[in-house]
Nanobody, 119 residues
Framework: QVQLVESGGGLVQPGGSLRLSCAAS????????MNWYRQAPGKQRESVAT???????IYADSVKGRFTISRDNAENTVYLQMNSLKPEDTAVYYC?????????????WGQGTQVTVSS
C-alpha cells in the first residue's frame, strides 16, 4: 500500500520561509508527476506546484518566484521550498502523486500539513 506523508508545516511570520517534505512509501514501481496543492478555509483546493518525471516544473502564478518544487528520486521524496511567505499562503498543503504501484498508475494523496503565515 502506498502512503504519502507530509511534514514541515507550521507557523511562520510574513516574509519567512518553510520547507515542506512529502515522502512516498510502499511498493512503488514508478513515480510520475508529483504535486503540491493547498486549501484555505472556505476556498477550493488549488494546485500550487508540479514536478514531472523529467523534472519539468509548473507553478501557480501566485507562487512563481517564491516557491520551488524539487524531488529526490532515490528517497521517493518531493519538497516544496516556500520563501517570502504571505498571509494569503495560509492553508493546508497536500502532497499528491501519480504513482504506479501495481498494474496501473493511480493518484495518491497525503494527509495534509498546516501552514500558517501570521505576525
Amino acid at each position: 500500500q502506498v502512503q504519502l506523508v507530509e511534514s514541515g508545516g507550521g507557523l511562520v511570520q510574513p516574509g519567512g520561509s518553510l520547507r515542506l517534505s512529502c515522502a512516498a512509501s510502499g511498493t512503488i514501481f514508478s513515480i510520475y508527476a508529483m504535486n503540491w496543492y493547498r486549501q484555505a478555509p472556505g476556498k477550493q483546493r488549488e494546485s500550487v506546484a508540479t514536478i514531472t518525471s523529467t523534472n519539468r516544473t509548473i507553478y501557480a502564478d501566485s507562487v512563481k518566484g517564491r516557491f520551488t518544487i524539487s524531488r529526490d528520486n532515490a528517497e521517493n521524496t518531493v519538497y516544496l521550498q516556500m520563501n517570502s511567505l504571505k498571509p494569503e499562503d495560509t492553508a493546508v498543503y497536500y502532497c499528491n502523486g501519480l504513482l504506479r504501484s501495481g498494474g496501473s498508475a493511480l493518484s495518491y494523496w497525503g494527509q495534509g500539513t498546516q501552514v500558517t503565515v501570521s505576525s
